[in-house]
């Protein structure tokens, strides 16, 4: 009787011993989280602070900041949406309708808190509305939602009767001061983002988002109240609209035609896709959206300091963006893969 020794797993090589890649090789880049859209934002950043002095100012990066966080709080709400499944293209001209609403009650005398409270009353509504016709008709969340965005943009213009309205120094504090040195803008939509990244990963209403993203009828089955949830994620997503109004408002001191609306929703959309979570539902992440705004605010910085003419800042801006969304895309695929 013979013995026989097992062969070698084909899949081993035990004469050509491997070397473990350097840590700063481009596989290595590709084994960490969002490591393409990292790399493209640095790149960015550092050819800014070569090319403008001015880019990293304190008084700059604060201006920054302050830009960054209205659209990610609209893309934070957006995230959890879209991870479900749904999507809201009216949620930048909620928070036109939101902040035109405001100015208009300020400038007749109302008090802030009565203001505040309309105010997100009104947007949680509209993104019920949303909710409502998605959940109970078979139009689909894009046509509904856009044809919806075009609506709230007209009613806003509507209510400030197509002119600016200011309201003087009110609520000036939350768009203009800071908290040891990081802005009060910047403080509300860390919240708003860690309150979302944690509902997402943590609860069971965010497992709830990923199943009915995965395959809405599966989740049904599994006993998930699909139309309740999706009721619930809508106002939400209504509701952090009419902060992200509130929140530009408190900036810019007025309310004016155009400064909010279907451009400012295309942008959060931008971050949100970008940052890795998927159009057709069952995958999103905070942290990728956050990259996303980070990166969409960078690029409109250094386009105004380096004097770009204005003609070519869309397509300087969606080149970029086409740049990340592929590379980053690309990383995704190839993490899965190893």
Do not use: C
Request: glycine fraction near 10%.
């Amino acid at each position: 009787m013979s013995l026989k020794t097992p062969s070698a797993s084909p899949d081993v090589e035990p004469d050509r011993p491997t070397r473990a890649p350097s840590r700063l090789s481009p596989r290595s880049l590709v084994r960490v989280p969002h490591g393409g859209l990292v790399l493209v934002l640095v790149l960015v950043a550092v050819f800014t602070a070569v090319q403008a002095d001015s880019f990293t100012t304190s008084q700059n990066l604060l201006n920054v900041l302050r830009q960054i966080s209205v659209n990610a709080v609209l893309a934070a709400g957006l995230t959890l949406l879209m991870t479900s499944g749904g999507m809201d293209f009216s949620m930048g001209s909620n928070a036109a309708v939101t902040l035109s609403v405001a100015a208009q009650l300020s400038h007749d005398g109302w008090p802030t808190p009565a203001v505040v409270t309309v105010a997100l009353f009104l947007a949680t509504v509209i993104g019920l509305v949303n909710g409502v016709v998605v959940t109970f008709t078979r139009v689909a969340p894009f046509v509904a939602t856009l044809a919806t965005a075009m609506l709230l943009d007209g009613v806003a213009l509507l209510v400030i009767d197509g002119m600016s309205v200011t309201i003087g120094d009110r609520m000036s504090a939350l768009g203009n001061s800071d908290f040891l040195g990081v802005p009060y803008l910047t403080v509300v939509a860390v919240l708003v983002l860690v309150a979302i990244g944690l509902t997402m990963r943590f609860t069971t209403f965010g497992r709830d988002a990923f199943a009915m993203g995965g395959n809405e009828h599966v989740a049904r089955l599994s006993g998930i109240n699909v139309a309740g949830r999706k009721l619930a994620l809508y106002a939400l997503a209504g509701a952090l609209a009419g902060l992200a109004g509130l929140m530009l408002l408190s900036r810019v001191g007025a309310a004016a035609p155009n400064t909010a609306g279907l451009l400012t929703q295309l942008t959060a959309v931008a971050a949100v896709v970008i940052g890795g979570t998927s159009l057709a539902g069952g995958h999103g992440t905070v942290v990728g959206t956050v990259l996303g705004a980070v990166l969409l605010g960078v690029v409109a910085n250094a386009l105004n300091l380096l004097q770009v003419d204005s003609n070519y800042q869309f397509v300087v801006t969606g080149g970029v963006l086409l740049v990340a969304a592929v590379v980053n895309e690309v990383q995704r695929s190839r993490s899965a893969g190893v």
